[in-house]
């Protein structure tokens, strides 16, 4: 008679176990769903990770002006211990003169066709280069002014060792004309071992 009670009046071992899972079911779905909302990123904290990896971006990118190696531009070395700046580039290759990684005017032979320079044969002024070297100076002096900087009017020229002399003198003629007057050589550091007495 008592066992019926119990049956009756409470639940029987199977049930109670079944309650007990259901609860533990119930308990995990409510942490789960409070862990994903405590959990997600507001928008504050996306940008700031974005304007972050920019930044350290602009940075990586600004700590190496002189990029422009390939198969036909072979850069002389030298025991040089300066590091490069952030100039005005032109880099002078076998094929092409490029200014900032952009293609001027191509080169053939070690020379610039006449057609490309003003007076001809005897011109010394290269008018693509100038073009590209006024708009690359144009926004350089735009970023200066923004960033409160003085503008320095300094060309970093990067040429291939087979480079003729004429070339390079046309070159930096055309730079002067659109007023870059200060020039500097780029070189391969080189191991200073390699550079003993000559003989």
Do not use: C
């Not at 990029?67 to 490069?84: F, R, T, Y």
């Not at 900032?100 to 011109?123: E, F, P, T």
């Not at 320095?152 to 291939?160: F, G, K, N, S």
């Not at 002067?176 to 003993?196: H, N, T």
Request: glycine share 8%; charged share 30%; aromatic share 6%.
């Amino acid at each position: 008679m008592q066992d019926n009670e119990e049956k009756v009046a409470g639940f029987g071992h199977d049930e109670e176990e079944w309650i007990r899972a259901q609860r533990a079911r119930e308990a995990k779905r409510n942490k789960k769903k409070r862990g994903g909302e405590t959990g997600t990123l507001s928008m504050n904290s996306l940008m700031d990770i974005l304007v972050i990896m920019l930044v350290f971006l602009l940075k990586s990118y600004g700590d190496e002006p002189i990029k422009a190696v390939g198969e036909d531009l072979k850069v002389p070395s030298s025991a040089s211990q300066l590091n490069p700046e952030d100039t005005t580039a032109v880099t002078i290759s076998r094929k092409s003169i490029l200014v900032n990684d952009k293609l001027a005017v191509d080169v053939k032979n070690g020379a610039i066709d006449q057609s490309q320079k003003r007076g001809g044969d005897r011109g010394m002024i290269i008018q693509p280069l100038f073009d590209e070297l006024t708009d690359a100076i144009n926004k350089k002096k735009r970023e200066t002014t923004l960033l409160g900087q003085t503008y320095e009017p300094v060309a970093t020229i990067i040429a291939d060792q087979t480079t003729p002399y004429r070339l390079i003198t046309e070159v930096m003629y055309t730079a002067g004309q659109a007023e870059l007057r200060q020039f500097k050589f780029a070189v391969i550091k080189g191991d200073m071992k390699s550079f003993g007495p000559a003989d």
